[in-house]
């Protein structure tokens, strides 16, 4: 008889869910929407009701259910404890237990982006390899490290937090988090934008970025890529930053390869190439060359790493 499992990727607009069979295929995804009133109270049980339909939609028996692997956006303990949740209004919450309680099922939770990380490492851009790092590059700049097939949580739950490695000790401006100079404040997508801004304040050089009245990350690589002289500077700047932190990343951990993932991504090699350039005049002898990937889930990463939580289990 077939074993099920589910996979719940919590966001603060929608959750995905994905039902898995054992053999981690992905058999059907929906969404539904998170219900952010009364401090996300309803939450856990929108998860329960909509597993429970999925069940009786399938013809598939609780007995037949692994369990359910859920990550949200906030630190999470190794034993399944969030530590606050501002999105959806959650504090310090045991969502392990919770759920379980609700369910019936065994429950594994993790943070958004350590499940994305598990999630390429086993059927994305990572798939064939047992430790990666990866760094999500959109908004903000997100990450996840995995080490012999384990994500690394740490004791407050806030480990991979990539975005906030110090990079620039220099920098004037805040952070989100309250701390200056950290890399999310040059390798996100706005990040590259404000970097662009300063190099055309500082710098005569012509450059068609100056006409772009709402400039975008995509305009920066995409002049970068036709060989526009400032677009490349900013690249470069930003590649060398991204190069760097993931440098000391690596002699502390030793990945075997990186996986660089988010919108900005979508650049390709054009990227990696660099990206790589940078964190090899960084990276501590032994820890060179390393394979740098990119990421190929998309929007479907989380729900396959929380799958591969509980099936692991």
């Known amino acids: 008889m077939s074993k099920f499992c589910f996979g719940a990727d919590m966001g603060g607009t929608t959750i995905k869910m994905g039902l898995f069979d054992e053999k981690g295929t992905l058999l059907d995804k929906w969404e539904i929407v ?14 329960k009701n ?37 999105n959806v209004g ?6 392990k237990s919770e759920l379980e309680k609700l369910t019936g099922l065994k429950v594994e939770v993790a943070n958004d982006a350590n499940a994305a990380a598990l999630g390429e490492m086993w059927q994305g851009g990572g798939k064939g390899h047992n430790s990666i790092v990866m760094v999500t590059l959109g908004t903000g700049v997100g990450g996840g490290i995995i080490i012999d097939g384990k994500i690394v949580a740490g004791f407050k739950g806030a480990g991979g937090e990539i975005g906030h490695i110090t990079v ?8 989100n988090c309250k701390k200056k100079g950290c890399l999310e404040q040059y390798a996100s997508a706005t990040g590259i934008v404000k970097s662009a801004k300063r190099f055309m ?22 002049f ?8 490349c500077q900013v690249i470069d700047f930003v590649c060398d930053c991204l190069g760097f932190a993931l440098a000391n990343i690596s002699a502390v951990v030793d990945p075997e ?14 990227l990696t190439d660099k990206i790589s350039h940078y964190y090899n005049k ?9 394979e740098f990937l990119i990421a190929t889930l998309e929007n479907d990463a989380g729900i396959y790493g929380s799958a591969k939580m509980i099936l692991e289990k």
Do not use: H, M
């Open 201 to 222: 304040e500082k710098e005569n050089t012509p450059s068609p970025l100056r006409d772009i009245s709402e400039l975008t990350a995509k305009d920066v690589l995409d």
């Open 34 to 47: 998170t219900d952010k009133s009364n401090n996300g109270s309803n939450i856990l049980s929108d998860i």
């Open 90 to 95: 959650w504090g310090t919450f045991d969502v």
């Open 224 to 231: 970068a890529k036709e060989g526009d002289t400032l677009a």
């Open 257 to 270: 390869a990186f996986v660089i993932g988010g919108g900005v991504s979508k650049a390709g090699s054009f």
């Open 50 to 86: 909509t597993i429970e339909n999925k069940l009786q939609e399938k013809s598939i028996s609780k007995s037949d259910v692994i369990g359910i692997g859920i990550d949200v956006p906030g630190p999470v303990t190794g034993n399944g404890i969030v530590n606050g949740c501002v």
């Open 282 to 290: 960084y990276a501590f002898t032994p820890c060179k060359n390393k």
């Open 168 to 175: 620039n000790k220099d920098e004037p401006d805040f952070c």
